[in-house]
């Protein structure tokens, strides 16, 4: 992938998502098949029992999925199957980490699978995910 290309995907994944704004959700990293996102957890992150939200979790690793999909193709692509683990907990205070990794592509979908992590490392939640390629070109500036 060229920085030219990184920069325009980063801009597309942040700028252009008002959702993941809405929930501070960030990409920070791109690479050929990947996508590092972040999430520094805010009281609107949280659920009643001030640990993340399964909502949120998704929402981060499904991002995390679909911008390393468009790393690979600039062709809008859309989520048509997902499953989520959640595996641990994390505390209120925490920063965490999605990487989402691009594990097989085809003609029309990806099959992607994004870690959610703690700033120790601990896994947290893991999604596997379906990607399909509606066939539109990313409106990339």
């Given at each position: ?47 009643r029992w001030n640990t993340p939200h399964g909502g949120v979790l998704f929402t981060m690793a499904d991002v995390a999925n679909g ?75």
């Amino acid at each position: 992938m060229t920085e030219e290309l990184k920069r325009k995907l980063l801009a597309f994944g942040n700028d252009a998502e008002p959702f993941i704004n809405h929930n501070h959700i960030k990409v920070t990293d791109l690479g050929d098949g990947t996508a590092t996102v972040t999430l520094p957890l805010e009281k609107d992150s949280l659920n009643r029992w001030n640990t993340p939200h399964g909502g949120v979790l998704f929402t981060m690793a499904d991002v995390a999925n679909g911008m390393a999909t468009l790393t690979l193709r600039q062709e809008s692509c859309v989520t048509v199957n997902a499953t989520m683990d959640f595996i641990s907990a994390a505390a209120a205070e925490e920063t965490l980490t999605a990487v989402g990794t691009v594990r097989q592509m085809g003609g029309k979908v990806s099959f992607c699978t994004t870690e959610i992590t703690d700033s120790t490392g601990k896994l947290i939640a893991r999604l596997n995910s379906v990607m399909f390629f509606t066939g539109k070109a990313l409106p990339l500036a």
